[in-house]
């Protein structure tokens, strides 16, 4: 096996779905596994998940619906991030149900559609201040007003809330007012919506308004939560690990690594981890991030390579080729979070979970 893994805890992933499901009533969830499930493998989590109650999936490319089809998953999945006119046939024979985001896109697709035998389930992307993906509420009302394409079933309508987790609530309740409104002039005209979702990880955790009749976890279901602003019992699930290469001694005054960024100031002890940016532990960790070995903290030093890492264990105790290293977890009573890591890197844990790479191993654990 690879000296450096991830270890996903399948039974902190369960315990942060019933979180999930406490919170939310009787709203449908669906899991948000794009992004390879913010990096825990989206094959192993999703199956796990909807064993557990899950009743959807959430992905962002045709590409990585296909990828949970060919693993045998047969639940809905939904496709957020849009759907080019090429990827349509993968699309349709791995009955994926696509979001459209725009008028152009909903003609495009109940024009390429029309020869089925069956209406195409599709939802609605509605922009109510996201200004991303999304049909502006005056589009919505404007095609329910006409004719609805026979072609296509509407299945849902769904909006994403974009500052959620702020501590200023206005913004979210200016956008699900206008969620709502849209909602009740749908009504009136006479269409029916069977699933509106608007909830994101954030939205579930600091508006029961935002509900609905489904909510779409991401960033919580692997234990963190989006906002400081409310601290859910969520446990991380993934624990990012690798194994002591080499010990290297080095006298005083010596540089380390590429460009000699770090100078040793006394005779020091390196240990070399064979993880680097490659794997996903980023250059920008150089001379800032720090690992646990022996449950100790040992700095990184000199700049992390594409394979490699060295850091300092001078004031260890005696550290040994094979002993294990935590990048990302829990080792005695010391802990590293995604959020230290993403402190480190002026980032978000989104973007540090997400960003671990494929050839770091996926180890599956129930304890």
């Known amino acids: 096996m690879s000296p450096t893994v991830a270890e996903i805890h399948l039974s902190a992933l369960r315990h942060n779905l019933t979180e999930v499901m406490h919170r939310v009533g009787t709203a449908a969830v669906l899991a948000v596994v794009k992004a390879n499930a913010y990096g825990h493998g989206a094959i192993h989590v999703s199956k796990t998940l909807l064993a557990a109650g899950v009743r959807r999936l959430g992905v962002a490319t045709v590409a990585e619906g296909m990828e949970l089809r060919e693993a045998g998953i047969n639940a809905p999945v939904l496709v957020m991030g849009g759907v080019f006119p090429e ?17 152009d896109a909903v003609r495009a697709l109940a024009s390429a559609v029309n020869q089925r035998s069956a209406p195409l389930p599709v939802h609605l992307k509605v922009d109510t201040g996201m200004r991303r993906l999304g049909l ?31 501590e200023d609530t206005d913004a979210t309740e200016r956008q699900l007012k206008m969620f709502r409104e849209l909602l009740d002039d749908l009504k009136l005209l006479g269409t029916s919506v069977p699933i509106a979702h608007v909830a994101n990880s954030a939205g579930i955790l600091r508006f029961s308004g935002s509900h609905f009749d489904m909510v779409r976890p991401g960033l919580m279901l692997y234990g963190y939560s989006p906002s400081q ?45 064979p993880v680097g940016y490659a794997d996903g532990y980023h250059r920008a960790l150089s001379n800032c991030g720090r690992v646990l070995i022996g449950g100790q903290p040992a700095p990184v030093v000199g ?24 990048l990302l977890g829990r080792q005695g009573t010391a802990t590293i979070t995604a959020d230290d890591l993403a402190a480190c890197l002026n980032t978000i844990s989104y973007e540090v979970l997400s960003g671990i790479g494929r050839r770091v191993v996926r180890v599956y654990r129930e304890d």
């Open 229 to 273: 602003l409310c601290t859910p019992d969520l446990h991380p699930v993934l624990a990012w690990k690798t194994r002591v290469v080499q010990i290297k001694a080095v006298g005083a005054g010596q540089p380390v690594s590429y460009g000699g960024t770090f100078v040793t100031a006394r005779p020091t002890k390196l240990a070399i981890l």
């Open 136 to 166: 502006s509420p005056e589009e919505v009302r404007e095609l329910f007003g006409s004719v609805w394409p026979r072609a296509l079933h509407l299945e849902g309508v769904m909006s994403h809330l974009a500052s959620a987790d702020d």
């Open 87 to 103: 990827e349509l046939p993968n699309l349709l024979e791995h009955h994926l149900t696509p979001v459209l985001p725009s008028l």
């Open 303 to 326: 700049r992390v390579c594409m394979d490699l890492t060295m850091v300092d264990v001078t004031d260890h105790p005696p550290v040994h080729p094979g002993d294990e290293v935590v």
